[in-house]
């Protein structure tokens, strides 16, 4: 055999690899990864969303609503992770 033949024979080969590699890979199905199952949380109620809702639906005139200043100040220490204000030992004496 000479050396062209032998290069020729390895060519054939080498094609003959890649089809069926990706003959076999096309016929190939993937099975999708099964998911964790979902777990449904049902959020607690809270009645400081609900005060922000109403908030909300007020409008402008939320702006000048005692309640909805309250609620905005609470949600605001919410968010920013301070919890409710020490009552001062002053204002304990007068009551």
Aim: hydrophobic fraction near 40%.
């Amino acid at each position: 055999m000479d050396a062209k033949m032998l290069a020729r024979l390895g060519a054939v080969a080498f094609v003959a690899v890649a089809i069926t590699a990706a003959v076999v890979e096309m016929i190939r199905k993937d099975e999708p990864p099964a998911a964790p199952p979902v777990r449904v949380v049902q959020p607690e109620r809270d009645p400081l969303r609900e005060d922000q809702r109403r908030c909300q639906q007020l409008g402008q005139q939320a702006a000048n609503d005692a309640e909805c200043l309250r609620v905005w100040a609470e949600t605001r220490d919410r968010f920013l992770g301070r919890g409710p204000a020490p009552a001062s030992p002053a204002s304990s004496e007068g009551r």
